[in-house]
């Protein structure tokens, strides 16, 4: 049997330490464990004795005149750490101390190095780039090396670095040691990351300093640099919480290794060889890889006991690179696209009209962009329609299936791509229909399907790959029935109504970290309990009340909902998210079930709220939900040029805080007098909105002609 197959035992979470555990099995801990015969490699380090920390502790940052780092966040045992250094202390020493229990007193001390450079040594003020206001310190020269002992057991270790010419004076560096080979019950992971991006070393980190204005931050910061956080952010600091859990858990005799944020991104496969993981302390800053790697552990129980807002707040493309000391620069932000929703020219027949499209960029990254044509549907086009389907002899199980049919002419659907989740309501974001954005509260526990708490997901429609964006907060006392994306304002709605049938209310839901934020309780009709929801061209909302069967047109600005009108008995509600609104063919669809208990598909009238079948979309027994469409033929997602229609350039960067302008040129060359309507496809590395629409507007007029028949241009 497999470690991650075992029973869950959870840490008590009255410590209000623990951001996140993914825990399967822990071995039973013994508050004063006998050092006669040590349950594990924790216990006997604990039973040697400890220094006090009137020994190895320092004020803040500790001295400004001996500062240092170590040239890699983390070592395994048996390995060689190596310390940067800038003194002007003549002679000074290194006291190597393992953090821990020690009977509290807190540390001990396992070492003693002395310098290998030549004192006093100098060093080179750090480098500095002023366009992203990175600070590093990598080309500092080394100043002395640990090897560590194969024997060491995995800590966080402290170098306290102490003057011993001139004025006193000391300071910490910090580090971990890794137990690569070793298989203990618990990883611990650092917040490293996080201690970096409020590390204000040199006058910059991601939260002051510069170029960034209003707030002024640095884009990027390096590993390569001593630590100022306990001086400045104590509460972002290694001893504001990290340092508590390694007490605590090591006092109980837990079986506990250490490991880094920059480890989970590097070193994946070492959290397979551990029964639990955990995620301690302010944990903000994630890169993919590392949220890759934790996600793939097979766990079978979430704990999560976040004690801030901003506990895992992972920025999407954004990987840690690798410096070539192997040291770590933390490239954080987003580029966040600016377009305006539509342009519009005019001129006579056989001129040109200029007209300047601008993008901006409001983000804090580079915006890399590229131009091209859509076309826009016409009336009859068929319109891909998505559903989640789940057997009903299966249910409820997270092995389904994503299926497609075409919402204009239904039809038994076509396969698309399978899937480990339950989605209860599903939307598309402007024009990329490859990825779906869902909300999801089902999940394993002990082999067992359950309802915990919601999610937002996006699922990659060819592939079915489920990635987690994060917790709504919302559960498992109220359902979100409903989502919408309201391409008006970028904005995900939602429904969430009470389980208790008290109520129901309208919400946001914030498509970077799936935060859901409550905006007002439905009203005008007793105790609303609504299902799905769908957003019309004009903004207008639109729901069902389950109490009445019948449709409701809801007020976005007041939350005051009115009844249109039954939707008929031929229809029985489903699961959630039934609805989805197609803008480009101004229809309500709805998915339920018919009469024989079919998944069918109906349109429901906007005035009458009367539900007709359009046709069924299944032949077996089942249950539909997250009705999601994709307009085809839409903008951006079928690319024929328009004749009339050029710009210049079709690619560039925008730099945070600044804007492009293209030059958009309308032809009337050729054509006759009306209107021509095309699309520019704006698609850039927003990670949010990779495909957005322009929609361009040409009024052709009567041609001019001088007396000599030549045109005016």
Not at 178 to 207: E, H, I, K, M, P
Not at 324 to 330: C, H, I, K
Not at 510 to 532: A, K
Not at 657 to 680: F, K, P, Q
Request: overall charge negative; proline content about 6%; glycine content about 10%.
């Amino acid at each position: 049997m497999s470690p991650w197959q075992e029973q869950v035992v959870r840490i008590p979470l009255g410590i209000a330490l623990l951001g996140l555990v993914i825990a399967l099995s822990v071995s039973g801990c013994t508050p004063n464990p006998a050092c006669t015969n040590p349950a594990n490699d924790t216990v006997a380090e604990n039973c040697k004795a400890g220094a006090p920390a009137s020994e190895w502790d320092v004020q803040g940052e500790g001295d400004p005149s001996i500062q240092g780092f170590a040239t890699d966040i983390s070592v395994n045992r048996g390995e060689r750490v190596d310390f940067k250094v800038k003194t002007d202390a003549a002679d000074y020493r290194l006291d190597i101390y393992r953090l821990g229990y020690y009977a509290g007193n807190g540390a001990r001390r396992v070492a003693t190095v002395q310098p290998s450079a030549p004192l006093p040594q100098t060093q080179p003020g750090c480098a500095n780039n002023a366009s992203t206001g990175l600070i590093d310190c990598g080309n500092w020269a080394v100043s002395a090396s640990w090897q560590v002992p194969a024997t060491a057991v995995s800590g966080i270790y402290l170098a306290k670095l102490v003057r011993e010419s001139g004025p006193p004076g000391a300071s910490h560096v910090v580090f971990i040691v890794r137990d690569d080979d070793g298989a203990s019950d618990v990883l611990f992971q650092t917040s490293d990351t996080t201690w970096q991006a409020y590390n204000r070393y040199g006058g910059n980190s991601l939260y002051s300093g510069g170029p960034g204005t209003n707030p002024g931050r640095a884009y990027k910061v390096s590993y390569n640099r001593p630590f100022r956080t306990r001086q400045t952010e104590p509460e972002d600091w290694l001893f504001n919480s990290e340092y508590p859990m390694v007490r605590w858990l090591e006092r109980n005799g837990y079986d506990v290794s250490y490991s880094t944020g920059v480890d989970s991104d590097r070193r994946g496969a070492e959290l397979l060889e551990h029964k639990s993981f955990l995620s301690v302390g302010h944990d903000e800053y994630w890169s993919r890889g590392q949220r890759d790697n934790v996600r793939a552990i097979p766990y079978s129980y979430i704990e999560a006991a976040i004690s801030d807002g901003s506990a895992i707040d992972f920025v999407p493309n954004t990987p840690a690179t690798y410096t070539a000391t192997a040291s770590v620069t933390l490239d954080v932000g987003k580029p966040v696209l600016a377009a305006p929703a539509s342009i519009a020219g005019s001129a006579a027949s056989g001129t040109r009209a200029n007209v300047t499209l601008a993008l901006g960029n409001t983000g804090d990254r580079a915006l890399d962009w590229t131009l091209d044509q859509g076309t826009r549907a016409t009336a009859g086009t068929s319109t891909p329609a998505y559903i989640a389907r789940m057997l009903l002899e299966d249910y409820p199980t997270l092995d389904n299936a994503i299926v497609g049919f075409d919402a204009t002419a239904p039809a038994p659907p076509t396969p698309v791509a399978s899937v480990h989740a339950i989605f209860d309501a599903g939307t598309f974001v402007d024009e990329d229909f490859s990825t779906e954005y869902v909300v999801s509260g089902w999940h394993e526990v002990g082999g067992t399907t359950i309802f915990t708490k919601y999610e937002l997901d996006r699922v990659d429609i060819a592939t079915g790959e489920v990635t987690r964006v994060g917790d709504t907060g919302v559960g498992p006392y109220e359902l979100i029935q409903g989502m919408a994306w309201d391409p008006v304002t970028a904005t995900f709605y939602a429904i969430i109504t009470a389980v208790d049938g008290s109520g129901t209310t309208l919400a946001t839901i914030d498509r970077y970290d799936g935060h859901v934020t409550r905006l007002m309780p439905i009203t005008g009709i007793d105790l609303p309990m609504l299902l799905g929801l769908a957003i019309d061209g004009d903004g207008a909302f639109f729901s069902i009340d389950q109490n009445t069967a019948s449709l409701v047109r809801i007020d976005g600005e007041t939350g005051f909902a009115t009844v249109a009108g039954p939707i008929g008995d031929e229809v029985t509600l489903l699961l959630n998210g039934p609805l989805a609104f197609d803008r480009m063919h101004n229809v309500l669809y709805m998915i339920g079930a018919t009469e024989e208990f079919l998944a069918g598909e109906y349109v429901v009238d906007l005035v009458s709220g009367h539900a007709g079948l359009l046709g069924t979309v299944g032949t077996d027994p089942q249950l539909a939900s997250a009705l999601a469409l994709a307009d085809a033929g839409g903008p951006c997602s079928n690319a024929t040029p328009a004749s009339w229609l050029s710009f210049d350039p079709d690619a560039g960067t925008v730099a945070p805080g600044d804007t492009a302008s293209i030059a958009v040129t309308l032809d009337a060359n050729g054509l006759a007098e009306g209107r021509y309507e095309a699309d520019l496809c704006v698609r850039s590395n927003d990670p949010y909105r990779h495909n957005v629409p322009v929609h361009v507007t040409f009024d052709v007029g009567p041609d001019t002609l001088f007396a000599d028949g030549f045109d005016v241009e």
